[in-house]
């Protein structure tokens, strides 16, 4: 048997999704450490998060290359501070932290 789903309870599950998934991400980046030289819409040690979505807006398969940084690590993007590798993030943690950032106005 198919179960009907009243329109108001879906309209309500697809407002309250956004923000569900930005909290969760931004808890696994505190999780991971991101905040530590990041924030969302300052320059810390790093960019903003906010300004890194700017910068790569609209860029095919940015996020696949922002994971992998995520990842492995960078230099000269930014300037001379070198973002360090991120062994504890797992691909599928950086893929999810790439798309959250690409999100943030």
Same mark, same amino acid.
């Given at each position: 048997?198919?179960k009907?789903?009243?329109p108001a309870a @879906?309209?309500m599950?697809c407002?309250?999704a956004?923000a569900?998934f930005?909290?969760?991400d @931004? *808890?696994?980046?505190?999780s991971?450490?991101? &905040?530590?030289?990041h !924030?969302?819409?300052?320059k810390v040690v790093?960019p903003?998060?906010? *300004? ?9 398969d940015? *996020?696949? =290359? @922002?994971?992998? =940084?995520? &990842?492995?690590?960078g230099s ?5 501070? !070198? &973002?360090?590798a991120?062994?504890?993030v !797992?691909?599928?943690?950086a ?6 950032i690409?999100?943030l =106005?």
């Amino acid at each position: 048997m198919k179960k009907w789903i009243a329109p108001a309870a @879906l309209a309500m599950a697809c407002a309250v999704a956004p923000a569900a998934f930005a909290a969760a991400d @931004l *808890d696994l980046a505190r999780s991971k450490n991101c &905040m530590a030289c990041h !924030s969302i819409g300052n320059k810390v040690v790093g960019p903003a998060f906010k *300004d890194v979505a700017r910068r790569y807006a609209g860029q095919p398969d940015i *996020d696949k =290359k @922002l994971a992998e =940084k995520i &990842m492995k690590g960078g230099s000269g993007a930014w300037g001379v501070v !070198s &973002m360090p590798a991120n062994p504890q993030v !797992s691909p599928a943690e950086a893929q999810a932290l790439a798309q959250w950032i690409l999100t943030l =106005k």
